[in-house]
């Protein structure tokens, strides 16, 4: 089994900067992908960002140019920076990881458990 535990949730003014941070342990032998996703009240779970490990990114086009995904593969960690904050960007964020726990075995998607990011005056 695996565990993504999230940290670096809260409350923020329009504008402003958050950091999270996911780290994953347990049976692991490599992590391919690893990503954040969000999700707003009454609204669809969406990509915030991707990134694999050789370090190619992909992010979602509502953040493009203001969320910066990084990872420490040595640490099996992820962190979102989140600047130019807005309200629309208010939702909960999941640390989502393609893991494969074994060599040459099967990949594995696990997700964290959410952390809540608010944005407001």
């Known amino acids: 089994q695996v565990q993504l535990v999230e940290s670096g949730g809260g409350l923020v003014q329009p504008g402003g900067s958050l950091r999270l941070s996911c780290a994953a342990s347990g049976s692991i032998f490599t992590i391919n992908v690893m990503a954040w996703y969000r999700q707003a009240p009454g609204k669809q779970r969406e990509l915030v960002a991707l990134?694999?490990?050789?370090?190619?990114?992909i992010y979602g086009n509502s953040v493009k140019e203001r969320f910066t995904i990084s990872r420490d593969n040595a640490k099996n960690m992820v962190a979102l920076q989140m600047n130019s904050l807005n309200p629309d960007d208010t939702a909960v964020y999941y640390c989502?990881?393609?893991?494969?726990?074994?060599?040459?075995?099967?990949?594995?998607?696990?997700w964290g458990q959410g952390t809540q990011v608010t944005v407001s005056s």
């Open positions: 990134i694999t490990s050789a370090g190619g990114t």
């Open positions: 989502n990881a393609e893991v494969r726990p074994i060599p040459y075995g099967p990949t594995d998607i696990y």
